[in-house]
């Protein structure tokens, strides 16, 4: 077999130009870290089969899963034939793509902070990428608990298996799950010690809530109509609700939980990144930079609640025993790995300012929280109500027009207004106008993790957040833990209850009663 | 009931099957509408699931005579599982089917609906397909039917793929309403169609032509391509001396425009062509770079295992005679050759025509780069052979 000379490094392959349609990357190869986990078998293996079967992957790729436990490549590739037999979007999983696929699927065993086994991990993938002609280009999929994101990133710069971007040589990306810290501080540190080895531009940190279609289309939805955009704003916006409900429970994460409740598992990261796409100025360029660059403005125009308000603006709380589906479930405090005495919040409700021209007095409200009565994410714009109530005697029937994009599940859109009801009568119905993805396309929209990967290969940032936006937001975050300690450490808890099953306390209800306003029925 | 109810009630219930119900020409729209009012409103006689209307496309298909229709339904039908469509098929009875000429000098119009079901049988979408049946003497009622049928605010698309079908309806009827023209290279069996071909592409310009054949050989012109990605990267294309480009006998056009593609996107100045002496085709070169040396490309007939495309394998030689082959080992099989590595089996997706279809009403099908390469292969054509005896 040949080895390469110099020149051919550097010429760039001028059949790809004209290829640009199919957005296939080039040749390259995953490294998963905490290969043997819940996530690579549930979603990072089935994004990259469904990826494989639509073509959208180069036919030379491998993957490379790294763990602790001993496992052949035989076992690894069986437990994530499994996987994506039970998970993959295009099932079932064909047998002779399977076979193809599996081929480059490897697995190496190592400790995470282990010197020599990043040794051996750079042997292994080399071995792999000469045998199978890849050039070298690699993504670090840390899918590993928080704890050992900063080690093995160390570790990567030890044995240099991921050199900072250089012109003419592959390229080294490393994405890293959620949560990046647990508060401000902790991210800086974190984001301070990945800078020590990665430049900002191989980091991907993951939220896979801006893989959702419907989070991009609220992009497309805002600018690339020209109807909505006029009306976004303070002009005509009355408020905003921003709803992410689960019904399960805390499941068998108790422990992870206790650490961070919902203000930390959902409203830092993603609600907070779904509001900066909903409240955000028209980007310059639908690029990396330009489109987080306007999110970080958001994210820093957001107004701290002050300590006079604090009550008002934010309400905690943690379910009871109550009913979901039909079944009983135990309260949040009889959950295993849970203290009994608990002040973590598995529900948070927020009413909070951004101070910019275009927001200015519109209330967003956010709430999240667990053993809700459905899954669903949404935002909610509720418009003002017409000026003249020109129909003011049959007022009871009119309702502000609300926008609701549907985030999870059925993703789609809808606007809600008021329309007469056939008869002699000026009666007023609301009525609703509805787009749905699985409806209008004919076909479901491809998981996020499929095209959170497929970016990444890519080398496409726009949908990944950046350290800034991160910092952003712990810093508006962490205030509020901050306050919540200080209550606790004053023997001031407030927190509230809920019965699993409702949509939460009283107390988020009387949040917006108290500004003549009601939570929307998701 | 009464016997209009009782008519209703089994329209509906034929619908909701998907099966077809003949209506008056001019009583489509209205029947359409009562139907999908009906069904909206018995959502529960179906699983509990919502009926929604879709369509992201009218799609006009043109067809002569009940094969071609037949075919044609089939298409839709899978059409419709990958995107929601108006599908609106024109078809001109073939004096030799058997019952032709049986709707009388008239046309005859039948409207069916198409559902996609979901993973456990709810069924969430229902688009429409629209018939329309008649004498070669009905093909004037056509622009107009069209027109009137036409789902406003949603594009339309022509799938003009059936080369007896007379090419006025296309250019004087249909393009003019049309958003998007959708041919087949594939189904050109002589290399002249080529030609017709280019003359409709010309003349829909500026309008986005898409073509199932080109889509089709779309994942071998991948797979090729890939061989020129880091590490290897672009230089063996700048020095290619030799393109061999094997394909079925009927498959020559597919070659044909592989060899256009290489030629167009490494900018290849054409000078001559000649037939070989085991009846393949040989074209001489120029480099774009005015550098020295010329390339020679062959299409040769072979034998193989083959899917539509008819092509087998790509093979390219440079300068220092490193070769970079994809070669074709099974239907859906292919092995990927280069000096830098052992050979690597790779799977070759075949799509139906449906899929193709549907990746043509999609951004695929605005690809600019299948006219240049359409226009560059009739060039490639139109060379005069320097050897006796005319291929054409
Ligand atoms: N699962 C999800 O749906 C989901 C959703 C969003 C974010 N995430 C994030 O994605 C990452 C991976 O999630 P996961 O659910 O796959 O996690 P997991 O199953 O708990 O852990 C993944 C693997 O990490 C390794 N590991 C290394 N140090 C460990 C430690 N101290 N304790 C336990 N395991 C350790 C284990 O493999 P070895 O023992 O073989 O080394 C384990 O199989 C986490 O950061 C999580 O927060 C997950």
């Known amino acids: 077999m040949k080895t390469l000379s110099e020149e051919s490094l550097l010429l760039p392959n001028p059949l790809r130009e004209g290829l640009v349609e199919e957005r296939i990357p080039e040749p390259a190869a995953m490294v998963i870290f905490g290969a043997s986990g819940d996530l690579t078998r549930r979603k990072l293996l089935p994004a990259l089969y469904s990826l494989t079967r639509d073509r959208l992957l180069p036919a030379r790729f491998a993957v490379l899963g790294f763990g602790r436990q001993v496992l052949s490549d035989e076992a690894f590739r069986e437990e994530m034939r499994h996987g994506c037999e039970e998970f993959a979007r295009r099932r079932p999983v064909d047998p002779a793509l399977w076979a193809a696929f599996a081929r480059n699927v490897f697995y190496q065993q190592g400790a995470y902070d282990d010197p020599a086994a990043f040794r051996r991990l750079k042997v292994r993938l080399e071995e792999i990428e000469h045998t199978l002609g890849l050039p070298g280009n690699r993504v670090f999929y840390l899918s590993t608990p928080p704890s050992t994101f900063a080690p093995v990133i160390r570790s990567l710069g030890h044995a240099n298996l991921a050199p900072k971007p250089a012109p003419g040589q592959p390229f080294s990306r490393v994405i890293i799950e959620k949560p990046f810290g647990i508060d401000l501080q902790t991210a800086r540190a974190l984001n301070t010690e990945v800078h020590d080895i990665l430049d900002e531009q191989q980091i991907y940190r993951i939220d896979h809530y801006l893989g959702k279609e419907t989070v991009q289309n609220l992009l497309v939805f805002r600018f690339a109509n020209g109807i909505f955009e006029p009306l976004w704003n303070n002009h005509f916006v009355d408020h905003v609700q921003i709803t992410g409900a689960e019904t399960v429970g805390v499941e068998a994460r108790g422990g992870y939980f206790e650490q961070a409740g919902s203000m930390r598992d959902m409203v830092q990261n993603h609600l907070l990144q779904v509001l900066s796409l909903a409240a955000m100025e028209p980007p310059v360029a639908f690029e990396a930079d330009a489109v987080r660059d306007e999110k970080l403005k958001v994210l820093k125009a957001l107004r701290f609640i002050p300590v006079s308000d604090f009550e008002q603006q934010v309400v905690r709380a943690q379910y009871a025993a109550g009913s979901i589906g039909g079944k009983t479930v135990p309260g949040y405090l009889s959950e295993p790995d849970v203290s009994p005495r608990s002040t973590t919040e598995t529900f948070v409700a927020l009413k909070l300012f951004i101070d910019s021209w275009r927001w200015a007095g519109v209330p967003f409200y956010l709430r999240s929280g667990k053993r809700m009565p459905k899954r669903v994410t949404e935002i909610a714009i509720q418009f003002k109500e017409a000026p003249h109530l020109l129909f003011g005697k049959r007022g009871e029937t009119i309702r502000p027009n609300v926008l609701s994009i549907r985030i999870q599940p059925d993703e789609g859109i809808a606007l809600n207004f008021g329309s007469k009801l056939p008869g002699p009568a000026m009666e007023i119905a609301p009525v609703s106008m509805e787009f749905r993805y699985g409806s209008s396309f004919g076909v479901e929209p491809p998981e996020a993790y499929e095209r959170l990967l497929l970016d990444c290969l890519l080398g496409d940032g726009t949908l990944f957040t950046r350290a800034d936006e991160v910092e952003a937001s712990w810093s508006w975050v962490s205030r509020i833990h901050q306050r919540w300690a200080e209550q606790v450490a004053a023997g001031r808890t407030t927190l509230d209850s809920y019965p699993a099953g409702s949509w939460g306390p009283d107390a988020a209800d009387r949040m917006l009663a108290a500004d003549g306003r009601a939570w929307r029925l998701p | ?392």
């Open chain 2, 1 to 392: 009931m009464s016997p209009d109810a009782e008519r209703e009630h089994a329209n509906f219930e034929r619908f909701a099957r998907g099966e077809p119900i003949a209506v008056e020409v001019g009583e489509i729209e209205r029947e359409l509408g009562a139907l999908w009012k009906r069904a909206s409103s018995a959502g529960d006689t179906h699983a509990g699931a919502a009926v929604s209307r879709a369509a992201l496309w009218n799609l006009v298909i043109p067809a002569r005579g009940a094969g071609a229709l037949a075919k044609t339904k089939a298409l839709v039908d899978e059409i419709a599982q990958g995107v929601p469509v108006r599908a609106i098929t024109l078809c001109l009875d073939d004096p030799s089917d058997v019952g032709a000429g049986a709707g009388g000098d008239g046309l005859v119009a039948t409207i069916e609906s198409n559902v996609v079901s979901q993973p456990g049988g709810a069924r969430v979408v229902y688009s429409e397909e629209i018939t329309l049946r008649g004498p070669v003497a009905a093909e004037t009622h056509f622009g107009a039917l069209v027109r009137a049928l036409q789902i406003p605010g949603v594009p339309t698309a022509a799938l003009w793929t059936d080369a007896t079908m007379p090419s006025a309806l296309l250019t004087h009827e249909l393009l003019p309403v049309t958003d998007r023209l959708i041919v087949d290279t594939g189904s050109c069996v002589r290399p002249p169609h080529l030609f017709d071909l280019q003359r409709l592409a010309a003349h829909a310009h500026p309008l986005p032509v898409a073509d199932l054949g080109w889509l089709r050989l779309g994942s071998l012109r991948l797979l090729f391509a890939g061989l020129f990605d880091p590490p290897v990267g672009g230089a063996p294309l700048h020095r290619a001396t030799r393109l061999t480009v094997r394909h079925r006998p009927g498959g020559d056009l597919s070659a044909l425009l592989l060899v256009a593609w290489l030629g167009q996107m490494l900018g290849w100045r054409p000078l001559r062509s000649a037939q070989t002496s085991d009846g393949g085709l040989r074209f001489d070169f120029a480099r774009g770079d005015g550098a020295a040396g010329g390339i020679e490309a062959f299409l040769l007939p072979s034998d193989g295992a083959c899917d539509a495309t008819g092509v087998l394998a790509i093979e390219l030689a440079d300068r220092g005679r490193d070769e970079y082959i994809v070669c074709r080992t099974a239907i859906d099989q292919a092995s990927v050759q280069l000096p830098i590595a052992p050979a690597k089996a790779v799977k070759l997706d075949a799509s139906s025509d449906a899929e193709l279809c549907v990746a043509a009403l999609g951004p695929r099908g605005r690809d600019p780069l299948f006219a240049k390469c359409l226009a560059y292969a009739g060039g490639l054509w139109a060379l005069e052979p320097q050897t006796t005896g005319s291929r054409r």
